[in-house]
C-alpha cells in the first residue's frame, strides 16, 4: 500500500469547513484513497472513499488531484461532534491488508 | 442493525493465562481482520481472514492467534498474554474484494491489560 502523509493536528471553527490534506504521492493505479474517523477510543468509522473523481456523500466530500498524489477530506459544515482523528488511507481495491498511520487530530472549537 | 460485536469491552488478565476475544458480524461479510491500537503508533494489523478456513498474518502476528470456522465469527486467541499486549483491540469486516470497492466496519474496540 502507498504511504499517507497527513499534518498531525488541525483546528476548526464551529460551522466553517474543515479541509483536511493528505499526500500519497507514491499512490499506483489501482489505489483508491479512502477516509475514516475515530472519536475518542471508538471504532474508526467509515467517512468516504474515491479513485480518480471527486465524491460526495452525506458526510464529507472528497477531493482528489489530477495526478492523484494528494486528496483533500472536506467537511462543509464542521460541528464540535466532528471532533476526532482523521485517517487517510490508500490501498489496492484488491488488497488485503490495510495500514493506519498516524492521523490528523482536528479539534472543533466553538 | 449491520454491526460487528467485540466482547468483552474491558479485560484485565495476567501474564500467561489464555483468553479468547470474540468478535462476530451480520454483514455476511467474507473479510474479516484484527487491529491492535498502541499510542503513537496508530493502528496496526494482527492477523485477517478472507473467507471461512483461510487467515493470513498481518503486521504484527507474534504472540497472537485467530481461526475462522464460521463466516461471521473471527476469534482473537492469546494463548499466553505478556504485558506488552496490553493494547487496544479492534476488529473490523468487510465484502470481499471481486466485487467493488468496500469500506471496513469496525467494533468498538476491546480494551485488554496484562499484568
Known amino acids: 500500500d502507498a504511504k499517507t502523509t497527513q499534518p498531525t493536528s488541525m483546528d476548526c471553527a464551529e460551522g466553517r469547513a474543515a479541509n483536511l490534506p493528505c499526500n500519497h504521492s507514491?499512490?499506483?493505479?489501482?489505489?483508491?484513497v479512502y477516509w475514516y474517523r475515530q472519536i475518542h477510543s471508538q471504532g474508526p468509522q467509515y467517512i468516504i472513499h474515491?479513485?480518480?473523481n471527486n465524491e460526495t456523500n452525506e458526510m464529507a466530500s472528497l477531493i482528489i488531484t489530477e495526478d492523484r498524489k494528494s486528496s483533500t477530506l472536506i467537511l462543509p459544515h464542521a460541528t464540535l461532534r466532528d471532533t476526532a482523528v482523521y485517517y487517510c488511507?490508500?490501498?489496492?481495491?484488491?488488497?488485503?491488508?490495510?495500514?493506519f498511520g498516524g492521523g490528523t487530530r482536528l479539534m472543533v472549537k466553538p | 442493525e449491520a454491526q460487528v460485536t467485540q466482547n468483552p469491552r474491558y479485560l484485565i488478565t495476567v501474564t500467561g493465562k489464555k483468553l479468547t476475544v470474540t468478535c462476530s458480524q451480520n454483514m455476511n461479510h467474507e473479510y474479516m481482520s484484527w487491529y491492535r491500537q498502541d499510542p503513537g503508533l496508530g493502528l496496526r494489523q494482527i492477523y485477517y481472514s478472507m473467507n471461512v478456513e483461510v487467515t493470513d498474518k498481518g503486521d504484527v502476528p507474534e504472540g497472537y492467534k485467530v481461526s475462522r470456522k464460521e463466516k461471521r465469527n473471527f476469534p482473537l486467541i492469546l494463548e499466553s498474554p505478556s504485558p506488552n499486549q496490553t493494547s487496544l483491540y479492534f476488529c473490523?469486516?468487510?465484502?470481499?474484494?471481486?466485487?467493488?470497492?468496500?469500506?471496513?466496519?469496525f467494533g468498538n474496540g476491546t480494551r485488554l491489560t496484562v499484568t
Open positions: 473490523a469486516s468487510r465484502r470481499n474484494l471481486g466485487q467493488g470497492s468496500s469500506p471496513l466496519h
Open positions: 474515491g479513485l480518480k
Open positions: 507514491t499512490i499506483s493505479g489501482n489505489e483508491y
Open positions: 488511507i490508500v490501498r489496492p481495491n484488491a488488497g488485503n491488508m490495510l495500514t
